[in-house]
């Protein structure tokens, strides 16, 4: 059994089908990217998987049970988390008070509390910041206020939130967009550390293609919607009908 499991995921806005009978399979474990051109319909994918949209027709599967009725909080709950394309992170609150609201949502549900009570009263919720900081290599910076850190530290900083609702799909939506090749060299590391440490199971979304060929067991491509190829990184890269889409240069 797959621990993710599309079958004929079907999107249309209006007359444009986004997703066209997308049927994905996620092995415990696996390492997989979704590539393809710009509007192939990979951002839409993530967002039906993490409950952000709702799908036309079709299904998806979580260890086995549909989640096509959760509410993207129901869903990272589940086990499902998303560090996003561009940091999600409160800006004015120290780093240590963005790991700590993280890790109340995931032990306690989305703002199912008091906002009277202060957040280190929760001491299961001072565990998981400290353990997510020092995951993500930034509890030395944990007073420092969020805006004041560098752009690879803030988006170090909301991997580490993502991570602090204890994933066991971790979705990564261009994780090392606007990054300088040091610190895009450093995020793929921590990411492949983590993942290492956690045993955590990741889909892959990246338009840089070299740490994508290789970081993936499995690479599958998206073209206007469909899945045109599907395979490792070597079957994928020889694909013709991916040489194609792509006309003559990837680009995610």
């Known amino acids: 059994m797959a621990l993710l499991e599309t079958e004929d995921l079907v999107k249309e806005f209006g007359g444009v089908v986004a997703n066209d009978d997308v049927s994905i399979g996620i092995e415990e474990g696996e390492r997989v990217s979704l590539i393809g051109p710009n509007g192939a319909g990979k951002s839409t994918f993530i967002n039906l998987v993490t409950g952000l949209l709702e799908p036309t027709s079709g299904d998806i599967r979580f260890k086995g049970e549909s989640i096509l009725d959760h509410e993207p909080h129901e869903v990272v709950q589940q086990g499902i988390s998303k560090s996003f394309?561009?940091?999600?992170?409160?800006?004015?609150?120290?780093?240590?008070?963005?790991?700590?609201?993280?890790g109340l949502a995931a032990e306690h549900g989305?703002?199912?509390?008091?906002?009277l009570t202060r957040l280190d009263d929760y001491p299961e919720v001072e565990d998981v910041a400290r353990e997510?900081?020092?995951?993500?290599?930034?509890?030395?910076?944990?007073e420092v206020p969020a805006?004041?850190?560098?752009?690879?530290d803030k988006r170090r900083l909301e991997l580490g939130i993502a991570l602090a609702a204890e994933?066991?799909?971790?979705?990564?939506?261009e994780p090392t967009a606007g990054m300088s090749p040091?610190?895009?060299?450093a995020t793929v590391d921590l990411i492949e550390r983590v993942r290492e440490e956690r045993g955590l199971t990741y889909l892959f979304v990246e338009h840089d293609m070299e740490i994508v060929f290789n970081v993936s067991d499995r690479i599958v491509v998206l073209h206007r919607g469909r899945v045109i190829a599907e395979g490792t990184p070597d079957e994928v890269?020889?694909?013709?009908?991916?040489?194609?889409?792509?006309?003559?240069?990837?680009e995610a």
């Open 167 to 173: 994933p066991d799909l971790l979705l990564l939506d």
């Open 132 to 142: 997510t900081l020092e995951s993500v290599e930034l509890w030395g910076q944990r």
């Open 85 to 102: 394309q561009t940091a999600s992170i409160f800006p004015e609150l120290s780093v240590a008070d963005n790991a700590r609201i993280a």
């Open 110 to 115: 989305s703002f199912r509390f008091n906002f």
């Open 147 to 152: 805006e004041d850190l560098p752009y690879g």
């Open 182 to 185: 040091e610190e895009t060299e």
């Open 237 to 250: 890269r020889g694909d013709p009908e991916v040489q194609e889409a792509y006309l003559g240069g990837v």
